[in-house]
């Protein structure tokens, strides 16, 4: 059994426009809201949490009702084709609003930004186990991941490049490119998928494992199963607690606390993602010797580590930067395995569902860690940041540890040559 690599790939870009689009947001809406719009870091968390809130309602929805569609270019597709018009529209409405310092302008279209996102986001990622057999999922999670970011690097360059370091900065060139680079990914990806065809295919490969999981539909999982399905959610949610602290306020943090001016802070950020790239692929292989959760173990404990020692820095030093390395790492060996655990303890007319339940945990999280952490670095110092992360990975180490299920029964390559090959 070989993973499909070019399939996986041009998969991958639906990932890549969404991590496109977040690496943005996250890096330039809290750069808007406090030096355009002098809100607060407590407040500015609230409104950074509002995809968050969105998507907790959104992304099971729309995980569920793409499980149900069927249409001419299938279930996923028009979901992913009609949020990444309606986001492209919107976003570039942004720093417009940003330009013209209107407040309520700016909150109108970054919801409409955010609405957009939270409907396709499930379909996108469901797209992936739709077309890959249960044991290789970590693998091609890791492509996909490795896809998403690239899109990530892609925008944290333009910041770097199109940020000034002195004077006031117009985000209109950067957001309409990202814009621009969302469309043309979506756009490779259906003319290069034909998502009825591939399910076609996937159905007679897995005929007999499909029947079955027809025949359990959507049973109840057993009490063991459904024990470890939710202390994994619940490990997702204090992971995604302590890293999305971090990822939401770095921006601020590195030009108010470390001094770097301007777009600096994105050389930094873009050292983290292309570790991660470096990583995601090996950390999907790690996984099929040893076994999904210890993958996951590791990279937690990395993190662990990273968050503690980040926050011994009070100026900018180059060991920051190798710290972040690691956190590149750390984060690649969790996120490569840990969705391919959560379907893998779904049954198969459920993938849509499940990917709604793992990125409800996940944007719970993002819901109120902004806020809580934004607390801490208002009222308390900027210091808090890093300590903060650090105790919640820990506890998201404490309950991953008790998962006993979501390891598939992996299918190892006979040499190293089949890592390679890629299949029509």
Not at 39 to 59: P, W
Not at 95 to 113: R, S
Not at 189 to 197: A, P, S
Not at 307 to 325: G, H, K, R
């Amino acid at each position: 059994m070989k993973l499909n690599y070019r399939r996986t790939f041009f998969i991958g870009l639906a990932f890549m426009s969404i991590s496109a689009f977040w690496q943005l947001y996250d890096s330039i809406i809290p750069l808007i809201l406090k030096h355009t719009f002098q809100i607060g870091d407590t407040l500015a968390g609230g409104i950074m949490a509002l995809d968050n809130v969105l998507a907790l309602f959104m992304l099971p929805l729309f995980g569920a009702l793409s499980d149900k569609i069927h249409t001419g270019i299938g279930k996923r597709m028009p979901f992913i084709l009609g949020g990444t018009a309606a986001a492209a529209i919107s976003m570039i409405l942004i720093p417009a609003a940003d330009n013209l310092i209107n407040l309520p302008l700016f909150v109108i279209v970054l919801l409409v930004a955010l609405v957009a996102m939270s409907t396709y986001r499930s379909p996108a990622v469901a797209l992936m186990p739709d077309v890959t057999p249960k044991p290789l999922r970590s693998q091609a999670n890791g492509i996909i991941n490795l896809m998403g970011a690239l899109g990530a690097v892609f925008s944290l360059a333009l910041i770097s490049l199109l940020v000034p370091k002195e004077g006031v900065p117009d985000y209109l060139p950067i957001f309409t490119i990202v814009a621009s680079f969302m469309v043309v990914a979506v756009a490779i990806l259906f003319f290069t998928i034909k998502e009825n065809k591939i399910a076609k295919e996937m159905e007679a490969y897995e005929e007999a494992e499909e029947k079955k999981e027809e025949a359990k539909g959507s049973a109840a999982m057993p009490p063991a199963v459904r024990r470890s399905f939710w202390l994994l959610l619940t490990s997702i949610f204090f992971w995604f607690f302590a890293y999305n602290a971090v990822t939401t306020a770095f921006s601020k943090y590195v030009q108010s606390f470390l001094g770097v001016a301007g777009g600096g802070f994105a050389n930094s950020l873009m050292l983290a993602t292309v570790a991660a790239v470096i990583a995601f692929v090996p950390a999907g292989m790690i996984a099929a010797k040893i076994g999904r959760k210890k993958t996951i173990l590791i990279g937690i404990s990395a993190l662990a580590v990273c968050f503690a020692a980040a926050a011994l820095f009070t100026t900018f030093s180059p060991l920051l930067n190798v710290i972040l390395v690691f956190v590149g790492f750390g984060w690649a060996a969790i996120n490569v395995n840990s969705y391919p655990m959560v379907v893998e303890m779904a049954s198969g007319a459920d993938i849509g569902k499940y990917t709604g339940y793992y990125y409800t945990a996940s944007m719970s999280a993002q819901i109120l860690t902004p806020v809580l952490s934004g607390f801490f670095m208002e009222h308390v110092g900027y210091r808090t940041l890093f300590p903060y992360a650090a105790i919640f990975m820990i506890v998201a180490l404490i309950t991953m540890s008790q998962v006993k299920h979501g390891d598939s029964k992996l299918i190892l390559p006979k040499s190293r040559l089949e890592l390679l090959d890629v299949e029509d």
